[in-house]
């Protein structure tokens, strides 16, 4: 009979670790919490300490009664669920649930590992310790804040809005990240500028060297108008070319930082398309365990929730000699770089990592399926090359003389690839531009044609799921654990819509902004809720009681949810009759509300079923035909203006046109 039994969180857990521990052990799973705050009312009692009111969730009562079954068999438990705060409260739960504080003759422990792996299993046995209270009230003030937030604005979005939406203490501040940049791109007014570039020969060669304009003397010139191009043109003609000035040097590109989840999901997206909810669930499976030929169940990556770069002394000494090995030694890192940057790192983990860096990628291909494969792979890569030397690059900078005018060109040369032969960051790929050797100064050049060209600014790019978790990241709201339920939540409740990578406001994500701006601006503010974020750190470290964070933020939201309850009107966006005529049954048709904004409907529905597409005019004149602009949407919910002639009449813009485009 087994002596010892250890509870972990997922059941794909359990037959990799039973392996490492052997017969002595029985390793049973939660299934993740098996405790919350009941879902019919709000859980926590303002009228009592602000007390939490903890139920047991529907459909554990089977798991739990299991594991009290076990739990009369062992001598000692070992509480093993994930190493974070939502981890630790996981095992405060299974502590109260199964009742192990009663237990006078049994020794109850806590147990973490950041990798599933032989030694790191064993280890966490030898160094078992008390549940860390610190991190459970971290994890109970976030989830008391969150209830706070959502069950008291949410039922005020669906009476002055519609049923079905909810508010959250993060999602809205995401959300209206998201409107501000929408703002930001349709209050954008492009300006012109020119570029000019010169096609040069050098004597004997037959590639021209393609040089760019920099300006008079010294001083860089801005080109705003064809006016001002057409003059420096006129000035150039029939100027001879000449090399004033050459300059060498060399740069060197450091290795990248090993993987956060934050930069993991941000690349992932880039490089592989994959949106952050699935990254976090391949990225689980790779932490959890894979079936490799020969070695049965295998943890492959190390945890997946981390927002610190550090690693392991057992880990660097494999890099170093794995690389030594591989590549020689003067691709090894011989200083490792470090990041300084971010000072609300919590370094309670390592960076994401392969947890052995000889299972090569390809040598394991055929045991993982397809995506399964490239997220490892991408992760193996990026932990290679962040403990690999630097790449170095010999630069060269021309400066050409043109008369009074400056042209100038620069090219590089890779001297060594360092961490480069192993991994390339997607937006940081080094093109070589090498130069004729015969190229020197006092060189003369024949002029082969100019290629001036107009250029207009263009608005800020839309988020990303990658660029708004960085953006998250920044600004210090949400941890880790947070992004991918965050984007995920934003887009199922239709809020934000994603076409071509890009995420864009709705409608009905404007009219939710819009009235948690008015209503709770606390809620929505950025820096609230980083500094919020802080407090909750602070709980973490032990240095702020987590009841007196919910004590001061509970009657601020009562109150704001009061004024807005009598405040507040209606939201009218349904059911507004229009002039438009229903082509079936000849009634005015009336505007309603859908997953994708507002449209057209008979108000005979159900005997007349006939909708079309609602348009709404600006009041600016087609520029192309002089008909109205009207705001259209992609079958995704994305806006734009075009004409409302279409299709006679082509227009379309992102951008709203000017009053006098025409």
């Known amino acids: 009979m087994a002596k010892y039994l250890v509870i972990v969180e997922s059941p794909a857990k359990v037959k990799t670790i039973k392996k490492f521990l052997g017969n002595n052990y029985e390793v049973c799973a939660s299934n993740g919490h098996v405790r919350d705050l009941p879902k019919s009312t709000l859980g926590i009692d303002p009228e009592n300490g602000y007390e939490p009111k903890y139920i047991t969730i529907r459909g554990k009562g089977d798991i739990l009664a299991n594991l009290r079954k076990e739990v009369k068999k062992a001598e000692k438990i070992y509480l093993a669920t994930d190493p974070d705060r939502e981890g630790e409260a996981i095992s405060w739960h299974l502590l109260y649930a199964l009742k192990l504080n009663d237990q006078k003759d049994k020794k109850v422990y806590r147990i973490t590992f950041n990798e599933i792996t032989k030694n790191a299993v064993k280890d966490s046995l030898k160094n078992a310790r008390e549940i860390n209270m610190n991190l459970v009230d971290a994890q109970q003030a976030r989830r008391a804040l969150d209830r706070m937030v959502g069950y008291r604005i949410s039922p005020l979005l669906w009476s002055k809005i519609k049923r079905g939406l909810s508010a959250g203490r993060v999602q809205s501040v995401a959300l209206r990240i998201i409107c501000d940049r929408e703002a930001e791109i349709e209050a954008f007014v492009p300006q012109e500028y020119w570029t000019l570039e010169a096609n040069l020969k050098l004597e004997g060669e037959k590639k021209p060297i393609v040089a760019k304009y920099h300006g008079k003397g010294k001083e860089k010139a801005e ?197 480069m032969s192993v991994y390339v960051q997607e937006d940081e790929k080094e093109v070589e531009n090498k130069l004729s050797k015969e190229l020197a100064v006092g060189s003369r050049l024949t002029l082969d044609t100019f290629d001036p060209k107009q250029h207009f600014t263009q608005p800020p790019a839309h988020y990303t799921e990658a660029s708004l978790v960085r953006a998250l990241e920044e600004l210090g709201i949400g941890r880790p654990s947070t992004y991918a339920p965050t984007i995920t939540t934003i887009l199922a409740r239709r809020y934000i819509g994603k076409e071509n990578k890009n995420l864009f406001v709705t409608e009905l994500g404007e009219v939710v902004n819009k009235m948690m701006m008015d209503a709770f601006p606390s809620i929505v503010d950025v820096n609230f809720t980083a500094n919020m974020e802080a407090l909750l750190d602070g709980v973490e470290e032990g240095s702020i009681k987590w009841k007196t964070i919910i004590e001061n933020f509970y009657p601020d939201l009562d109150e704001a949810v009061k004024q807005a309850e009598a405040s507040l009107a209606e939201v009218k966006i349904a059911d507004e009759v229009t002039d438009e005529i229903c082509e079936v049954c000849g009634k005015n048709m009336v505007i309603k509300y859908g997953p994708h904004g507002k449209f057209l409907a008979c108000p005979g529905f159900p005997d007349c079923r006939f909708t079309k597409q609602y348009l709404e005019k600006i009041g600016v004149p087609c520029p192309k035909c002089g008909k109205e602009v009207v705001i259209r949407k992609t079958q995704k919910g994305r806006r734009y203006f075009g004409c409302e002639g279409y299709p006679e009449c082509d227009f379309m813009s992102w951008q709203k046109p000017a009053v006098d485009a025409k």
Request: charge should be neutral; hydrophobic fraction near 35%.
């Open 223 to 419: 080109i705003s108008s064809e006016e001002q191009m057409n003059a420096i043109l006129k000035d150039l003609e029939g100027v001879d070319f000449e090399v004033n000035e050459m300059k060498k040097g060399e740069r060197v590109k450091k290795a990248p930082l090993p993987f956060t989840t934050s930069t993991l999901q941000q690349e992932a997206s880039k490089v592989l398309n994959f949106s952050t909810q699935k990254t976090m669930r391949l990225a689980q499976q790779l932490y959890e365990g894979v079936d490799i030929k020969g070695e049965g169940t295998v943890g492959l990556i190390t945890y997946l929730r981390t927002d610190s770069t550090r690693v392991s002394d057992e880990a660097e000494v494999m890099a170093h000699e794995y690389i030594t090995k591989k590549y020689g030694e003067e691709y090894a890192a011989t200083v490792v770089r470090e990041n300084k940057n971010n000072q609300k790192i919590q370094d309670a983990h390592e960076a994401i990592r392969p947890t052995d860096l000889n299972r090569e990628p390809l040598a394991i291909k055929d045991e993982l399926p397809r995506d399964l494969f490239r997220l490892y792979q991408l992760i193996w890569k990026r932990f290679a090359a962040c403990r690999m030397a630097p790449a170095k690059f010999e630069t060269t900078s021309v400066k050409i003389g043109a008369g009074e005018h400056v042209f100038t060109l620069s090219a590089s040369r890779r001297l060594f690839d360092g961490f």
